[in-house]
């Protein structure tokens, strides 16, 4: 990393919360909010497809494999494009387009043409979550990064808590259809309010435009400055020294990096594998159990209320105990209480096992947003993540194609004993190759700094 990197770091770094990071936040972070609602709200449209359109559990579960495929290409594609045109034009369009495909499902005459434009809307759904992350982690200071991406996630559980309130409000009353679309204008807002948000400034300087980075710096100090109303920290310089030199997407699965990279890979696949079979089918598992789909989402209010504090409160224990042993104990916390959810059966019981499923699945979210990020340079980190995002979404496909087959055959806790051996996989191999990450700057936590380079490349000259 030459001089003027170095020093824009550290100027980041010292920088305490203010103003600047909280709009900043609010405005990248209302996305992830709609992105949430529309996931949940499909979920709930599912129940009453299947009296519209006479459809089965089979059904329900291939179509919403459709849309995690979706999700799953986005999820590839926003690395290569963010990486290479920027964070800000990424998070802007995306969010455009997600509204206007969000949308259009509402004109949905039949499944098939339902299916065509979910898989659609969350290809730009996909984009738009795995750029995001990436984006807040650069302008954070590293002291507060787990505090901060629990704040993040936090829109990510309103989202999933006002869901089932939105849906118990509208869908009796104006249908599925109007229920989908009027997201629309919210999320098409937020998308024009982005165009406002700065450039990534270690975006700008992996790209070797550093007078810009240096400019959308100073203007970050100046802002923070105001709000703060006094002078800012003493810069403290970066430890090491770290030569920047090319970094190839091929990085990713580079011999040094692989463990990580696999370890990143299972851990997205468990995490949102379980989340979103759990967030998708649980109005169908509590209709399949009796209850009716005003009382199944009633339930649902309660249960999802437990995202809240999940996605909050793991940015605090971040912080304090550090990603990987808090992504430990959550996926442990996961495995115990999905199971005595599949092994309830009285109303209190059920919401009960379920609440603190949530709770957890919200804890573990929270930790691998803000751990994917920590372990890849700039130049590669957007693709990285995607690409662990898209192992994310092949787990919530395979998931739920299970949900078809294990819901009808064997009864909910056969599924979530499938789930279990995931979990405890991945306790397993974070334990035995997960980075500790705790307080380091994101350049100090990248896995790739630790790879040789190759024989062809060449230093950038320091300045």
Known sequence: MSITAQGLVAR?????????????????????????????????????????????PLALGVTSAIGLSGYLLGSVLVGFVAD?????????????????????????GGIEVFCLLNFFTWIFVGMESCVVPPYLAELWPSRLRGRFNGWMMSFFAIGIALSPVWALLLIPTVGWRWTLA??????????????????????????????????????????????????????????????????SRRE???????????????VWFTEYGVLYTFQSVLPTLLAMDGFSIVRSTQFTVV????????????????????????????????????TLFGLANT???????????????????????????????????????GMASAWGRVGG???????GIFAVLHGRLALFLVSDGLLIASIIVV???????????????????????????VEAPAE
């Not at 999940?310 to 999905?338: H, P, Q, T």
């Not at 009960?352 to 691998?368: P, Q, Y």
Request: proline letters at 7%.
């Open 182 to 247: 009027l997201t629309f204008p919210f999320a098409l807002l937020i998308g024009l309010m982005r165009t406002f948000l700065p450039e990534s400034p270690r975006w700008l300087v992996s790209q070797g435009r550093t007078e810009e980075a240096e400019r959308i710096v100073a203007s970050i100090e100046a802002h923070v400055t105001r709000s703060n109303g006094g002078v800012l920290p003493p810069i403290v310089p970066i430890a090491a020294p770290i030569a920047t030199r090319p970094v």
């Open 252 to 266: 990713i699965i580079a011999p040094a990096i692989l463990p990580v990279t696999i370890m990143l890979w299972l």
């Open 431 to 457: 334990a035995l190759v997960g980075p500790n990450t705790k307080g380091k700057t994101l350049e100090a936590t990248s896995a790739a700094r630790d790879v040789p380079a190759p024989a062809n490349a």
């Open 347 to 385: 109303p209190m019981t059920i919401m009960a096992c379920a609440w603190f499923t949530a709770f957890f699945l919200g804890n573990g979210s929270t930790c691998i947003y803000t751990y994917t990020p920590e372990l890849y340079p700039t130049e590669i980190r957007t693709t990285a993540m």
């Open 84 to 108: 290479r045109f920027g964070r800000k034009a990424v998070m802007t369009w995306s969010l455009g387009l997600y509204s206007l495909f969000s949308a259009s499902r509402a004109l949905s």
């Open 303 to 338: 249960i999802f209320s437990g995202f809240i504090p999940g996605y909050i409160g793991a940015g605090y224990f971040l912080d304090l105990v550090g990603r990987k042993y808090w992504l430990m104990i959550c996926f442990a916390g996961i495995g115990i209480s999905s």
């Open 12 to 56: 980041i770094d010292r920088l305490p919360p203010s103003r600047f990071h909280f709009q900043v936040l609010i405005v990248a972070g209302l996305s992830l909010f709609f992105d949430t609602l529309d996931t949940a709200v499909t979920g709930f449209a599912f129940a009453a497809f299947r009296t519209e359109w006479n459809l089965g």
């Open 397 to 403: 496909i395979l998931l739920l194609l299970a949900f």
